[in-house]
């Protein structure tokens, strides 16, 4: 478990990043302080710091995680990534490419080929908006359809992040010395590229709604709709009317999608039994846990646990509003 304590923050924040573990390597975490270095030529799952880390994975090593409480910026320095965040699937970000994921995101990966990334976790109050014009910002984001906006790297960047590279190999990773090279970072942004590709670029983290997809990301494991709808002070027709808006597919289909995604983590952890796994996702009973698993993957949990690499879950077919409300009753 790599986690880090962030300059000023009482309480360490984290990026976890699940990669299947291959059991009889006999390796499944290492710790680290401030910054991490790995070469990922086997599986293993790890908790990615708020901070900086050089990550290499093998071609077609594949993985899925959740981002809580921080964004992320990853640059591929070598190779390539193909990359589904939240609704947004199977996006390209090649070599001298770099995306963003924001808080309370979820993402799945494939490296396409070897490939090497840095990674910048942080808080978004560390970013220096007020060096820049925000109401500017805010009408470049009400202009602009976000659609995962990928930004190449300027050469600057790319040069800074070849030398943080060399710091961390050198034990030079203090976490002062981290966190003056993470505003050294934003402001290089906010020389090297221009306000409409700073608004797509940051889009997320910028838009008014943050704040409502952050209480969705955080409350996900409702019991019902209604429940999720009464958290937002909206009415459930309105709750799924602005859900719908932003997260591009029915509330209900998308829960279950967050709901298999953890399920099939923890399985492939193997540290929970799995009755509680399914008491821990507020099934009614252990049957209608096998059943669950069954219709999303194909195979009971007990089959599942076995499995180094999970099945895809089947296609579901696209549900009205009113299904899914009924649905979630």
Same mark, same amino acid.
């Given at each position: ?27 499944? =975490? ?15 799952? !790890?908790?990615?710091?708020?901070? $900086?880390?050089? !990550? ?10 959740? =981002? ?19 609704? &947004? %699937?199977? %996006? ?5 490419? /770099?995306? !963003? ?14 490939? %090497? ?34 930004? #190449? ?21 203090? #976490? ?13 942004? &906010? ?10 670029? &940051? ?10 997809? =952050?209480?969705?990301?955080?409350? $996900? ?29 029915? #509330?209900?289909? $998308? ?34 846990? @096998? ?8 195979? #009971? ?22 299904? @899914?409300?009924?649905? /979630?009753?």
């Amino acid at each position: 478990m790599l986690t880090v304590r962030a300059p000023g923050q009482d309480q360490p924040r984290r990026l976890t990043l699940y990669v299947p573990i291959r059991r009889e390597t006999g390796f499944e =975490n290492q710790a680290a302080g401030h910054s991490a270095s790995h070469r990922l030529s086997t599986d293993v799952r !790890l908790q990615l710091p708020d901070a $900086w880390s050089n !990550l290499r994975f093998d071609r077609d090593q594949r993985g899925n995680g959740e =981002n809580t409480g921080q964004a992320a910026i990853l640059f591929v320095m070598q190779g390539e990534i193909e990359i589904s965040v939240d609704h &947004f %699937r199977h %996006r390209a970000v090649c070599s001298g490419q /770099m995306c !963003l994921i924001p808080p309370s995101a979820t993402f799945t990966f494939r490296a396409v080929e070897e490939t %090497r990334l840095a990674i910048c976790c942080f808080a978004i109050e560390s970013i220096p908006f007020d060096q820049y014009s925000m109401g500017d910002l805010y009408t470049a984001c009400e202009k602009i359809l976000y659609e995962f906006n990928v930004l #190449p790297m300027g050469g600057l960047l790319f040069d800074l992040l070849r030398q943080l590279e060399n710091y961390i190999q050198a034990g030079i990773d203090s #976490p002062a010395f981290l966190n003056l090279k993470q505003q050294e970072m934003f402001h290089l942004f &906010f020389a090297l590229y221009t306000e409409p590709e700073l608004a797509g670029f &940051f889009h997320p983290l910028i838009g008014e709604d943050l704040e409502f997809k =952050n209480l969705v990301h955080n409350n $996900w494991n409702v019991k019902n709709i209604q429940e999720l709808a009464a958290l937002t002070s909206l009415s459930t027709s309105g709750f799924i009317k602005k859900f719908t808006r932003h997260f591009k597919e029915s #509330p209900y289909k $998308w829960i279950m999608q967050q709901k298999a995604l953890r399920i099939r983590r923890d399985i492939q952890a193997g540290v929970l039994p799995l009755k509680q796994i399914a008491i821990k996702y507020n099934f009614l009973s252990y049957q209608h846990f @096998a059943g669950f698993c069954k219709s999303q993957f194909g195979m #009971p949990p007990s089959q599942l646990a076995g499995f180094k690499s999970f099945p895809q879950a089947p296609r579901s077919k696209k549900k009205t509003v009113k299904e @899914a409300v009924e649905k /979630m009753k």
